[in-house]
């Protein structure tokens, strides 16, 4: 299993021979030979270095910890995570401080026998870096828990355990708003994670409200998007000084946006006509379903058992980035588990072998191309990434994915860049159904720790 050095040690970037783990994590050791004889002033001189040492290397951790954290499965038999309010499976992660609603936890792990697995819940500020808040702030009942409800597959050639468990539990409730990372490891072990996973707690005491528009600069205004914001503060005593908005499109996080407060209108805090506030407008999410393995549905072209797994051909992609918009209804890069012919979908859909392929003569020289959407985690890194083959003048990619139906999207990665581009594969529209997500935190000078005031959805055009 990762630890918990390696989970922050993959966020910050790997360990190299001249950043030895034990020197990041302040394992510092001064040892003098037997019988060596110190003056005092050399004795000072190598305790002034041992400190000057340590304390650059805890400054390491502390920047280290401070690094956002994002969803992801840290091991490759954790598949099919999701994160989701009870009864709704397509519904963001996202509670009401107060409220009586749970969120339900669900993942597979490819093994034979179930180990004992247990979650850690912690808080983190407006950008998704953990921050000092201790788990009595921010919750009344245990901050760690068991998860012992599991069921083994049935009727699949390729066996797995299926794992769920609901958040908080039943005798807890959250106290504090914001957001919060949820990790999934090894019972008696938080340093063995397996999977992280990232949810909001907002406590919706202002009235947030939004909507999109033209661009305001009048660039690009058949391919962008501009979400503009209005805050009605009511009885938050700080004003736009201590608010911090951010806005999100559909499920990406390499583009989120922090929007700039921009003035006063009829009472109302304004945050537009800023340049954070225009997206490129992005194309309808490609898709296929694998729901039915004996009979290829949509978007795949074949799809048959070999040595005991299932493989499937998709339809190969096509640069969409000169065409013509096309209006098309989608999950809008989400995932539903679904097996067309079983009864209990969970239990009895199979795993199979996803194979995409996006013809071209020559592969990117300024970047990489990635598989963007919930069936990656939304990330931009290895697992999304596709490996472009010069004998078949393609870029290709295979994913292990449960049956069921899947949306996503190329994205396009200039190198030494964090965030994907939709201009070079997909193209830019301004019709295209973007949903928007606006937070608004909150954090007066007495606050320990960022409140979730507010989240509004907006739904573009």
Not at 91 to 112: A, K
Request: hydrophobic share 35%; charged share 20%.
């Amino acid at each position: 299993m990762y630890s918990l050095r390696e989970y922050l040690g993959s966020i910050r970037g790997p360990l190299s021979a001249d950043r030895p783990i034990d020197s990041l994590w302040g394992g510092i050791h001064y040892f003098a030979p037997s019988g060596c004889r110190m003056d005092f002033f050399a004795y000072l001189c190598s305790m002034k270095r041992i400190l000057s040492i340590l304390y650059i290397a805890l400054a390491t951790n502390s920047l280290s910890i401070a690094q956002a954290v994002s969803d992801s499965a840290w091991r490759p038999y954790v598949k099919t995570v999701l994160l989701h309010p009870e009864g709704t499976s397509l519904s963001p992660p996202l509670l009401t401080l107060g409220g009586t609603n749970r969120l339900e936890l669900s993942f597979d792990l490819l093994l034979d026998q179930p180990p004992e697995l247990a979650y850690t819940l912690r808080h983190c500020d407006a950008f998704w870096r953990p921050d000092s808040l201790e788990p009595y702030e921010f919750l009344t009942g245990f901050h760690s828990a068991p998860i012992t409800d599991y069921q083994f597959s049935f009727t699949t050639l390729r066996p797995y355990i299926h794992y769920s468990h609901s958040i908080p539990e039943p005798y807890a409730q959250f106290s504090h708003s914001g957001n919060y990372l949820l990790t999934v490891h090894l019972a008696g072990n938080p340093d063995s994670i397996l999977l992280s996973r990232r949810f909001r707690v907002s406590e919706q005491c202002v009235s947030l409200s939004g909507e999109t528009s033209l661009p305001y600069d009048g660039i690009g205004i058949t391919s962008r998007q501009e979400v503009d914001a209005y805050v009605e503060t009511g009885s938050w005593p700080g004003g736009a000084t201590y608010l911090t908005l951010v806005a999100e499109q559909n499920g990406r996080s390499d583009n989120r946006r922090t929007l700039v407060f921009s003035g006063y209108d009829r009472g109302r805090l304004t945050y537009r006509h800023r340049p954070p506030n225009v997206f490129d407008g992005g194309n309808n999410f490609r898709f296929f379903d694998a729901s039915n393995l004996h009979t290829p549905m949509y978007n795949i072209v074949r799809i048959e058992p070999y040595g005991g797994e299932y493989y499937a051909i998709l339809r190969p992609e096509e640069d969409r980035s000169r065409k013509h918009y096309v209006v098309e209804t989608t999950l809008g890069g989400g995932m539903k588990v679904n097996a067309w012919d079983r009864h209990n979908s969970t239990l009895e859909a199979e795993y199979v072998w996803v194979n995409f392929s996006l013809p071209m003569a020559q592969p990117f020289l300024d970047g990489s191309v990635h598989i963007v959407g919930a069936l990656t985690d939304w990330r931009l890194d290895t697992l999304s990434r596709m490996d472009y083959n010069p004998q078949y003048r393609a870029y290709t990619k295979r994913l292990l994915l449960k049956q069921g139906y899947y949306a996503y999207q190329l994205l396009l990665l200039p190198a030494g860049k964090s965030e994907g581009v939709t201009s070079r594969l997909e193209g830019n529209h301004r019709e295209t159904p973007n949903q928007y997500t606006l937070n608004l935190y909150g954090r007066l000078p007495s606050d320990r720790a960022d409140r979730l005031l507010a989240v509004t959805v907006i739904q573009a055009p």
